[in-house]
């Protein structure tokens, strides 16, 4: 079938785009963000299809995969010509984040469309979001396999983050300077060279240097679960996190260390830092669980299975 969605998520969509659709991924002039056409850093197929709005508009589309408030409320519509999600064409709400401010304030901004699904990404996210009356599905993230290609020669952590400057709590970048303090590390991700980390590699060579390093430190604080731990498990790297949002239920006891206590991470950090072999062996277990829970397969099935339930 032929699948509209924009390129909002580029690990996420790569996953996606693996399928056997035609995806329709919308470009502007500009590529701004409600056109960036497809994927620089990231390896997509053939089957995904640039369309203008000009062109989308006269299109055949099956299923509009929605990922904004602003494709709910009106640019979808406005771009398909007229037809309107739910209604004309089949939608899905795809929500990738937990929800932003106080408790009773957390209503999503497709509660109460009986005419959509919502998807989300983790369990967690589907435990926090106010929904109301939409009906709601939870479908794991799934990762292109990058291959067990950990190494661990250099004795230092690797932490991803797109936009920590900018972030700030949210994702934990203050707290990389006290985990500095106990072993070295390399931020790697979108504007990482503001804080003298590496900006935006290609994903291919992203992989090869996390691999490299001996353990993976993911501070975030609260922003769903992060793709590059699931990466970094698939690469076979011990990990050590955050016990927040789904990180306590994606990396169980033996692929690495989960805490809200610093003073243990830090440790934790040390030790995997010291003692390779340990390193090695939280690794595998990490990468074993990883493809029995993360893999493509049931990833790109279980969306099979949404699609055609959707589709008009």
């Known amino acids: ?63 509009v995969v929605l990922q904004r408030a602003a494709e709910l409320d009106g640019l979808a519509e406005r771009w398909l010509g007229g037809r309107r999600p739910g209604r004309d064409v089949g939608a899905v709400f795809l929500e990738h984040n937990a929800p932003q401010g106080r408790i009773n304030e957390m209503r999503h901004c497709a509660a109460d469309r009986p005419d959509l699904l919502i998807v989300h990404v983790t369990h967690f996210n589907a435990l926090f979001w106010d929904t109301g009356a939409t009906p709601t599905r939870v479908i794991e993230h799934g990762i292109v396999d990058p291959g067990p290609r950990y190494t661990g020669e250099l004795p230092r952590a690797a932490v991803v983050i797109n936009e920590a400057a900018r972030r700030g709590r949210v994702t934990g970048t203050d707290l990389l300077a006290a985990f500095g303090t106990a072993v070295p590390l390399d931020l790697f991700g979108m504007d990482a060279g503001r804080l003298g980390g590496f900006d ?113």
Request: cysteine-free; glycine content about 8%; charged content about 25%.
């Open 1 to 63: 079938m032929r699948v509209l969605l924009w390129h909002v998520h580029g690990s996420w969509t790569t996953a996606f785009v693996q399928g056997a659709h035609e995806y329709l991924v919308p470009v502007v002039p500009d590529r701004g963000p409600d056109g960036r056409g497809r994927a620089d850093t990231w390896a997509w197929p053939p089957s995904v299809v640039e369309v203008t709005p000009e062109r989308l508009a006269d299109e055949k589309v099956d299923v």
């Open 200 to 312: 935006n590699p290609p994903q291919a060579v992203l992989h090869a240097e996390m691999a490299r390093r001996r353990v993976y430190l993911h501070p975030v604080r609260w922003t769903s679960l992060g793709l590059s731990l699931l990466e970094a498990m698939h690469l076979g790297m011990p990990v050590v996190a955050l016990a927040t949002t789904e990180v306590a239920e994606a990396v169980p006891s033996g692929a690495g260390v989960v805490s809200t206590r610093l003073d243990v991470l830090t440790r934790a950090l040390r030790r995997l830092v010291d003692d390779a072999e340990a390193a090695r062996a939280m690794g595998a277990v990490a990468r074993a669980t990883a493809l029995a829970r993360y893999g493509l397969g049931r990833f790109l099935g279980d969306w099979d299975r949404v699609l055609a339930e959707v589709a008009r």
